[in-house]
Every structure is written in structure tokens, then in C-alpha cells.
Nanobody, 125 residues
Framework: QVQLVESGGGSVQAGGSLRLSCAPS????????MGWYRQAPGKQRELVATITSGSDGNYADSLKGRFTISRDNAKNTVYLQMNSLKPEDTAKYYCNANDIYYKSSGLTYRTVELWGQGTLVTVFS
């Protein structure tokens, strides 16, 4: 089975930066759109940004200019660079991936969608 593994979360002072990474485990050879979502305590999960396999990015309007999504297709890894962080950015950040093709025991499989376990980002003032 393939899983998404996130890293890079932590605690940072307001105005600081963090870079999140997400990569799949297993023998993945192709992934479609990847993205980041976040969920703050007591709130619904919301879109942060997505990026297609061709590196076309899409952002939540409120985050444009501070957050940058990128990906390395050779590593099947997606990144989220977060700058000028604010306390309201505090949330658990989840990686999402679509159309994941991978090999297992010589066979090719496709998973429609995967979510990571989430990585916590805490911004203190």
C-alpha cells in the first residue's frame, strides 16, 4: 500500500517561515494533482494550494503571495513554502494526491486519491 508522508511542520514565531514536504512511500511512478489543505481547531478543512503534474498552481485567495506550492516530479514530492506566517495559519496541514500509479509485486495499481496523516504547524506571536 502507498501512503503519503508529510514532514516539516513545527512551531515558529509570527513572521517566520516553514517548508512542508510530502512524498509517497512505495514504488510510485506517477501522480496527478497534488495539494495541501489545512484544518484549524474547530474549523473545517480548507484548501491551501494545489499543483498539477505540469506544475500549474492554484491557491486559496487569502494565501496568495505568502505561500508557494511546488513539486519535484522525479521525486514525486510536493512542497509548501510558507512565509510571513501568522498565528491564524496555525493548523494541521494535510497533503493530498490524486491518480497515483504504483507498482507492487510486479503489478501496476492506481489509487484515485490519498491523504497524508497531517503535520502540525503552530505560529505563535
Amino acid at each position: 500500500q502507498v501512503q503519503l508522508v508529510e514532514s516539516g511542520g513545527g512551531s515558529v514565531q509570527a513572521g517566520g517561515s516553514l517548508r512542508l514536504s510530502c512524498a509517497p512511500s512505495g514504488s510510485v511512478f506517477s501522480i496527478g494533482t497534488m495539494g495541501w489543505y489545512r484544518q484549524a481547531p474547530g474549523k473545517q478543512r480548507e484548501l491551501v494550494a494545489t499543483i498539477t503534474s505540469g506544475s500549474d498552481g492554484n491557491y486559496a485567495d487569502s494565501l496568495k503571495g505568502r505561500f508557494t506550492i511546488s513539486r519535484d516530479n522525479a521525486k514525486n514530492t510536493v512542497y509548501l513554502q510558507m512565509n510571513s506566517l501568522k498565528p491564524e495559519d496555525t493548523a494541521k496541514y494535510y497533503c493530498n494526491a490524486n491518480d497515483i500509479y504504483y507498482k507492487s509485486s510486479g503489478l501496476t495499481y492506481r489509487t484515485v486519491e490519498l491523504w497524508g496523516q497531517g503535520t502540525l504547524v503552530t505560529v505563535f506571536s
